[in-house]
Structure formats: structure tokens, C-alpha cells
């Protein structure tokens, strides 16, 4: 782990330090220290249940950790909701997707973040908006106007990953982001992530799948039973060990 | 098919997506929607209108008359009301099974205020108040003590009911004004009294409101999905509350619509304007799991129920027939919709 600490010599955007949190007897997560760069695809791995969506849970603002401190810019942050996360900049893409099927794609991408004149939605201004968020980031897209019902899991994925992404967000979280999807649409989805990060936003993935992890972070975390055993950056790991990290069969 | 013509930004990826004014297709595109069973079950309450009053005009030539719509168009306002307040409580996924015990409440408010020496001004603010208060009772229950909407608001129903006796000794009080008969027989235009006009002002407000607010966009994400209208920070909460406050004001507003057509404050609840009204959003092709909803389709559905009820009128058929047909149209209106998308 230590070896890490050189390479984030930009300074960690978020950060994990020695956080602990228990849910009654459950200790979720136990002195778990993680750092995500700015401009990097940092990935988290770990067996089910190891506790790395109650981490992330801890970036996005759903969860406050009972002992340890979250870092924003190397500052403590307590984020009071997932609104407070938001507003500074992080961004979280759920498991669920967090679409409403029956509005349209740009309602969606302007959920809670309405544009307004007079008291009136602006539905021009965002439907103008929208088709420019999703035409910049995403292939295969459809029309804005389109209700999220009638798309394909992919779509609605890049939806989602493109209301992430819009209204300068700095980190965006995504939760397995490809675990439902058929093999062309993963391969669309993982062009998408490396596009935000080359467009500067900071990702912090959470994948089960090797292969994914090994292709596209540059640096990665294995979680087991609550506590972060390993991080380890890309280029110098394999899949192969990777999954003796997560199966404890190697030692960190 | 789509031609990437028309100011989209020609990027590699603009091409697949169908500029959205593309009106050249117009005229194709109504043919297809008219074989598309979804747009009939979207429709299904103004087709059905205009079904019911040419069958009724056929069987009836008088049925169409000015003096019988005018008597259809005042009859419906009251329902074209509590339809619209049901809407709203539908669309986060709710049920508002108080609103007709909520409007005799507010009508025996206004009776008693207005028997105690009070201004009519008063009596209407009283009425209002009662079914504001009432929808944020439900709202808070719903909402915050986390009570099935179900049990909430048919305890609020028997409440309600059980308050409007209590509070009116089972009289109804007679309200004899020259304003109710200004508003429920005179209007801006023939056929068209003035307590319609105010159905209407209600209605279209109700539309905006619903369609064109950060508000109605709430209150359709959290019917459509509370779990993605919670992670992007709306208090669905918040929300319900809101809705339900709505259905109890309009409740009060209908309460004063029916008191100025009866002319009196009957204090025993019409169990049919609740019923009427989840038939009205169900046949405006409002869909009860929520997130989905229409003004236009419950005032359509509202319409014809009272074109319905007058038309077998009309054409003498027993009372006891009207429940029966009610039941029928709704079951099946509820059918067609399963073909909606």
C-alpha cells in the first residue's frame, strides 16, 4: 500500500481515511483507507459483501462514518445527504440506475435540477441541453425526448452515466455499470467510462468483472470482510492476483 | 425514417438521433398512432365521449339541447374538480379515498358558518380551509408517520363524514344567495355557467402546474420511481404531503361549487363522487401505480360519467342502472389500458 502514495503525488481528490463503520454487530467496513486520484479510473474490488458499496456510500453521502474522515481536496467533508455530495461534485451512478421510466431522457438528466424562467420549466433550454450532454458523450443514443421505458439496458446506462457526468461533477461513482449488460453494450459503456476520464472527471468503479478492471482503472483497491487489503496500480498487477487478494489465497 | 437535418449538431453521433421538430412525417405519423391500440387507451376517455353522446343524440335528438348540455356541463364541474385532485394523489402513486368526505365537510363548514351569521367570504374561506386541512392531515399520516394511503385516508373518510354530522346535528342548512344563482345558471358564454368556467380555470391550472413545474416533475418521479427521485435529492416526503394538502384544497373549492347548485348543505357525504372520481382518472388513462398522468384524460373521463348518468337519464332508465353502468365503463376503460405503453 505504501508503495501507492508516490504515485498521487497530484494529491488525492477523494479520500478515505481509517473509516470504520458498523451497522449493530456488522462491522461493514473496519479502518478502510483509499485514496482516488483526479483524471484516473480507480477501481474497487472485492467479494460480496466485503463492503465496498458501503464505502462508496460514504463518498455519495448516504452513509457518515462512525470513526475516520472522508477527504474532498485533502479538506475533511461530512456530507449531511446525497445532495451535499452532489453539490460538491460527486456524482453517483446507482446499481439501479436511478431512472424514472415514464419521464422522458432529458426530465431524467434534469431530475431535481430543473431549469426555470419565470417559475416555468424551461423545456426548450433542456431539451436543447440534454441532446448536447448525451450527443457529446455517448454513442447509440436516442432522442432526448424519447421516454427512458423504451430503452435498452445500455441506453439507459448511458443515461445515467450521463447525468453523472453533466453539471461539472469532479468524481463520478459507478456501481458494476455493466453487470446487466450484453457484450456490445458493456463494450459501449466501458468506451463511455474512459471517455470521462479523459475528459478529466475522476471514476471510482466498483466491478466484478477482472477483465473490465485490468482494461480500463489505473489503479486498484481489493476489499475482504470490511477492511481494504490491498491496493495495488494496474499496470503492475494481474487478474490473476487480483483474485488472490480477494480470496485472501495471496496475502497483501 | 430520421433525416440528422434540421440545426442538430452534426457530430458523429448526432445522426441517430431524429431531430425532435421534424414535422414533415406529420400526417404519417397520425395514421400509425390510429392503429396503435396504446393511443386509443391514452384516449380512451374522449373517444368514449363522443361515443356516448352521439349514441345518446341518436337515441335522443333533445339530448344535445342547449338547456340539457348546460345542465351536463354545471353537473360535471364539481367531479371535473375532485377528478383533478384524485390525479394528483395518483400520480405519486397514492389513493385519495377521502376526497368525497373531505367535500361534506367543507360543504357543512360553509352551511354552519354561514347559519352562525357569517359572510359568505368566510363561509367559502371556512370550506377551503377545512379541505386544506384535512389533505395535510392525510399528507403528514401518509407521508411522515409512513401509514398505508389506503388505511389513512378511509379512516379520513369515515372521520370526515363522522365530523360533517357532528358539526352540522345531521341538518342540512339552506344557503339562499343571489351569488349561487349568478354562478350556477349565468357564464361569459351560452352553456356555459360560471361555476364551469371555474372548473376550468382549475383544470388548465392543474395541467400547468403538473406539466410545466419543477413541482409536477417531482410528483410524477416520485409515483414513477421514489428510489431514483430520492437519489437525485427530491423529498418524495415532501411531496406526498404537497399532494394531498392539493386534493383536500380542491375538495374545498368543489365543496362550494356543489353547495352553489344545491343551494342548500346536505351533511351526508355522496359516496359517489368518490367513486367517480378514481373512475375519472382511471378513464382519463391515468395509471393508479403512478408516475404517469393526464389532466386533459380525467376532465375528459369526469365528462363522460356525467354524460352517462344523463344521458340514461335521458332516455329513462331506471336510478338503480346507473351504479351498474358506471361499474361496467370503468372495468372496461381499466382493460383497454393494459394495452397502454
Known amino acids: ?252 | 425514417m430520421s433525416t440528422a437535418a434540421t440545426g442538430t449538431p452534426a457530430g458523429p453521433t448526432a445522426s441517430k438521433a431524429t431531430p425532435p421538430a421534424n414535422r414533415g412525417g406529420a400526417g404519417h405519423a397520425v395514421a400509425s398512432r390510429l392503429r396503435d391500440v396504446g393511443f386509443w387507451a391514452d384516449w380512451a376517455a374522449l373517444v368514449g365521449l363522443i361515443v356516448l353522446v352521439a349514441v345518446f343524440t341518436a337515441l335522443e335528438p333533445s339530448f344535445l339541447s342547449s338547456g340539457n348540455v348546460t345542465g351536463m356541463l354545471s353537473a360535471s364541474a364539481a367531479l371535473v374538480i375532485l377528478a383533478v385532485a384524485q390525479t394528483f394523489v395518483v400520480a405519486t402513486a397514492g389513493i385519495d379515498l377521502s376526497i368525497a368526505s373531505v367535500t361534506t365537510l367543507g360543504i357543512v363548514v360553509l352551511g354552519q358558518l354561514y347559519a352562525g351569521g357569517q359572510s359568505l367570504g368566510v363561509a367559502f374561506a371556512g370550506a377551503v380551509l377545512a379541505g386544506l386541512l384535512a389533505g395535510l392531515l392525510n399528507g403528514f399520516l401518509v407521508a411522515k408517520a409512513g401509514i398505508t394511503d389506503f388505511v389513512v385516508t378511509l379512516g379520513m373518510l369515515s372521520a370526515a363524514s363522522g365530523l360533517a354530522l357532528v358539526l352540522s346535528d345531521g341538518q342540512p342548512v339552506t344557503v339562499t344567495e343571489s351569488f349561487f344563482f349568478d354562478i350556477s345558471l349565468d357564464g361569459p358564454v351560452e352553456m356555459v355557467t360560471w361555476i364551469v368556467v371555474i372548473a376550468a380555470v382549475i383544470a388548465v391550472v392543474a395541467h400547468v402546474v403538473l406539466f410545466h413545474t419543477r413541482f409536477g416533475t417531482h410528483v410524477l418521479a416520485t409515483g414513477g420511481s421514489p428510489e431514483a427521485a430520492t437519489a437525485t435529492g427530491i423529498s418524495t416526503a415532501r411531496v406526498k404531503v404537497a399532494v394531498y394538502a392539493v386534493a383536500g384544497l380542491l375538495a374545498g373549492i368543489a365543496a362550494i361549487i356543489i353547495v352553489a347548485r344545491l343551494g342548500s348543505t346536505p351533511p351526508a357525504a355522496n359516496t359517489a363522487y368518490l367513486l367517480n372520481s378514481v373512475a375519472a382518472v382511471v378513464l382519463g388513462g391515468v395509471s393508479l401505480f403512478g408516475g404517469k398522468a393526464s389532466i386533459l384524460g380525467p376532465v375528459f373521463g369526469a365528462l363522460l360519467l356525467t354524460v352517462l348518468l344523463n344521458g340514461l337519464t335521458t332516455l329513462g332508465v331506471s336510478q338503480y342502472y346507473q351504479p351498474l353502468s358506471v361499474g361496467v365503463v370503468v372495468v372496461a376503460a381499466a382493460f383497454l389500458m393494459r394495452f397502454q405503453k
Request: charged share 20%; glycine share 8%.
Open chain 1, 1 to 252: 500500500m505504501n508503495a501507492l502514495e508516490k504515485k498521487t503525488a497530484a494529491g488525492p481528490i477523494v479520500e478515505a481515511r481509517n473509516v470504520s463503520l458498523s451497522f449493530g454487530s456488522v462491522k461493514a467496513l473496519q479502518d478502510v483507507s483509499v485514496t482516488v486520484a483526479p483524471g484516473e479510473i480507480t477501481a474497487l474490488v472485492g467479494d460480496n459483501g466485503a463492503g465496498k458499496s458501503t464505502l462508496v456510500r460514504c463518498f455519495s453521502g448516504v452513509h457518515r462514518p462512525q470513526s475516520g474522515e472522508v477527504l474532498l481536496d485533502g479538506r475533511p467533508v461530512a456530507f449531511s445527504s446525497p445532495e451535499a455530495a452532489r453539490s460538491a461534485g460527486i456524482e453517483t451512478v446507482h446499481q439501479n440506475l436511478a431512472l424514472v421510466e415514464d419521464l422522458t431522457v432529458w426530465q431524467n438528466l434534469f431530475l431535481n435540477r430543473e431549469l426555470t424562467r419565470f417559475g416555468m420549466l424551461d423545456r426548450r433550454r433542456m431539451k436543447a441541453e440534454a441532446q448536447k450532454m448525451v450527443s457529446e458523450l455517448a454513442v447509440n443514443v436516442p432522442e432526448v425526448t424519447s421516454r427512458v421505458r423504451r430503452l435498452s439496458g445500455g441506453q439507459r446506462q448511458a443515461v445515467s452515466i450521463c447525468r453523472a457526468a453533466g453539471f461539472s461533477s469532479r468524481l463520478v461513482i459507478m456501481d458494476e455499470p455493466t453487470a446487466a449488460l450484453g457484450v456490445q453494450e458493456t463494450a459501449r459503456v466501458e468506451e463511455l467510462i474512459l471517455r470521462l476520464r479523459d475528459e478529466g472527471h475522476a471514476v471510482l468503479l466498483i466491478s466484478h468483472n477482472f477483465d473490465q478492471v485490468v482494461r480500463l482503472s489505473q489503479q486498484v483497491w481489493v476489499m475482504r470482510a470490511g477492511r481494504c487489503v490491498a491496493g495495488r496500480r494496474t499496470d503492475a498487477t494481474t487478474g490473476q492476483e487480483i483474485v488472490g487478494l480477494i480470496t485472501g489465497a495471496i496475502a497483501a
